[in-house]
């Protein structure tokens, strides 16, 4: 796998689990939980289209 490959796989790996967190977050019953993980998907999310739009390849 090239340094292209792996990197596009990261970002969709960080896009999955920012909606994982999303759905998790949505089936939570504590809201304090709950928004701990709505802002930890944000992030995430955030930051995998920040590295994506910047082609940033922190490895």
Known sequence: MS???E???RIR??????QEMEQE???ATNPQERQ????KARRLK???????SEGIDPM
């Open 3 to 5: 340094g292209a490959d």
């Open 7 to 9: 990197f596009d796989e």
């Open 13 to 18: 790996h960080m896009r999955a689990k920012a």
């Open 25 to 27: 977050a949505e089936r």
């Open 36 to 39: 701990r993980l709505k802002d």
């Open 46 to 52: 955030q930051q995998s289209d920040r590295e994506s």
